[in-house]
């Protein structure tokens, strides 16, 4: 691991690298474009009654519960004298044992018919690419010089972001960009596609030991890469999926789309009893690395990297006892409708006509703004009632009355033991670390997953989950916030409950042939300070 620990510079950014190339400001009292905002102090009181509207319009079935438990434990105390007294004044009363037995098969039914089904997570496998495609910085740079494409001064630009990034040695490009030259063309973004999504799914099957025909849900996700047929065809024909399968690609929904999936699939659960759902996530960069110029659109180049993740749901009942989560809650939240959101994150072409993703310079602000509306709208569903109250009071005390007193950040510490938080770049991990005032070991798996593999989009969230898993850190009852953000610009949320404990040594996932590597040698450059074993 000596030739992974990477320097980073500490001179002044160039005035056009965007929020993920930046450096962690040493003075939190300098405002700056590139620093994502402190979102929980600006809190507008339309998200948290959204919030609250979730918390009800999904619970309103745990109303009938305690109703039944107060009936149950009244009855309970009945003696066999009160039951002779009750069955002599029914038997005279027709009216009444009609009303009451009605009353109670109509509560039985609502109660069950109006229950959410569960939904659990069967098992998740994260493709590992072959080290072929493993690409160093010194490989990164030596290739970029090889196309002739760069500027000398774009080269520069292209090495300084990649050092600052938290990006390790071993992440992965694919085959296509790594040949001199490189050879994009449709044929090598299907083999890539195809060495993900099968890579990921075959471990996944051997995994859990369903079988492809047991499959009635598929969802898959992928940004950049739509062919016809498309990406759920391609799994369809390979895996020969029954005939009824119910499909879904999404495409150009950005990193949060891994998230958009489960929900999507959550709610087909919902209307599709005792079924299985398969869930891929992906990004195919082979058609859409940026061979150009333009500098908003060099750093995707320097971030993102190969990687995809295929997970299995399930809503049968019996699936409890072997599945290792549940799914609790799912928080989305869209801010399409503001311009400077919508246009943060756009794939576009240059003055030369080359494609690429452009990051605007707003991207830190939009989703600071972004982020602050998802985390509001999840509070009431997770916080423990103290947090809610204090958190509830002090926000109408300031918003309402006007007062003007501190305002109470909520310690999300309490409902969650564990964060897996899109590795967008090195920076917005700094940032979301301090506005949610997490400590470096809650902020290790996502850390660890930018230094290792890169971004590698709707994805990194599982790669994040499985290093947790590979840790031994998984216990039963534990909860995990799984929250992203992409383009659109959206922020999605996902919360999963741990049913058993993860035993790793019994775990296949990318990091378990590496991880003893990773509890030893931790790079400078992943995170600041020490992190805790």
């Not at 399968?245 to 959550?266: E, F, Q, R, W």
Request: charged fraction near 20%; hydrophobic fraction near 40%; glycine fraction near 6%.
């Amino acid at each position: 691991m000596a030739d992974s620990q990477v320097q980073i510079r500490q001179q002044n950014p160039d005035q056009t690298v965007p929020f993920s190339a930046e450096p962690r400001s040493q003075d939190s009292n300098i405002p700056s474009k590139h620093k994502l905002p402190n979102f929980l102090l600006s809190v507008k009181l339309k998200y948290v009654k959204l919030g609250y509207h979730y918390l009800i319009s999904n619970a309103m079935y745990l109303l009938l519960v305690p109703l039944l438990g107060i009936s149950s434990a009244h009855l309970s105390t009945l003696t066999a004298r009160d039951v002779a007294q009750l069955s002599d004044q029914l038997s005279f009363n027709l009216v009444t044992v009609v009303l009451c037995s009605t009353l109670m098969v109509f509560l039985i039914t609502l109660y069950f018919m109006t229950r959410p089904r569960k939904v659990y997570l069967v098992d998740f496998a994260c493709y590992k690419p072959d080290p072929a495609r493993i690409c160093t910085h010194k490989t990164f740079m030596e290739r970029s010089e090889l196309t002739n494409a760069f500027t000398k001064e774009n080269l520069t630009f292209q090495r300084r972001i990649l050092e600052r990034s938290g990006l390790g040695q071993q992440t992965y490009v694919p085959d296509a960009v790594l040949r001199v030259p490189p050879n994009q063309c449709m044929a090598e973004a299907r083999a890539e596609a195809e060495a993900i999504m099968f890579g990921a799914v075959d471990q996944l099957l051997a995994k859990t030991g369903v079988r492809a025909k047991d499959i009635g849900i598929l969802v898959v996700n992928c940004s950049l890469f739509n062919p016809t047929p498309s990406l759920s065809s391609m799994i369809v024909n390979h895996y020969k999926l029954r005939g009824n399968v119910t499909s879904y690609n999404l495409g150009g929904m950005g990193c949060s789309a891994g998230v958009i999936s489960i929900d999507l699939a959550k709610q087909l659960l919902q209307v599709q009893s005792n079924s299985y759902a398969l869930v891929v996530s992906i990004e195919n960069f082979t058609l859409n690395w940026y061979f150009g110029n333009d500098r908003s659109m060099l750093v995707s180049n320097c971030l993102f990297r190969m990687g995809g993740a295929a997970i299995l749901l399930s809503n049968w009942p019996s699936d409890h006892r072997r599945s290792k989560y549940q799914l609790i809650h799912t928080v989305r939240t869209h801010k399409g409708s503001d311009d400077k959101s919508y246009g943060c994150v756009l794939q576009r072409e240059d003055e030369k006509k080359k494609i690429g993703v452009s990051l605007s310079k707003d991207l830190m602000a939009v989703a600071g703004e972004a982020m602050r509306t998802n985390i509001t709208t999840l509070g009431p569903l997770v916080l423990p009632m103290s947090e809610q109250l204090l958190f509830f009071m002090t926000t109408v005390a300031r918003k309402v009355f006007k007062m003007k007193i501190r305002p109470y950040i909520p310690d999300f510490k309490l409902a969650f033991e564990h964060f897996c938080i899109h590795v967008g770049g090195r920076a917005v991990l700094d940032e979301i670390e301090k506005n949610l005032e997490l400590t470096d070991w809650h902020m290790e798996p996502s850390r660890m997953t930018l230094y290792r593999f890169g971004n590698t989009s709707s994805s990194s969230l599982w790669y994040e989950l499985a290093y947790l898993e590979a840790k031994g850190r998984i216990r039963k009852g534990d909860r995990t916030w799984q929250i992203a953000f992409g383009s659109g610009f959206k922020c999605n949320s996902a919360v999963w409950r741990a049913l058993r404990t993860v035993n790793p040594a019994k775990e296949r996932n990318p990091w378990m042939d590496e991880i003893h590597e990773f509890s030893v040698h931790l790079p400078k450059a992943v995170s600041i300070g020490s992190i805790a074993k």
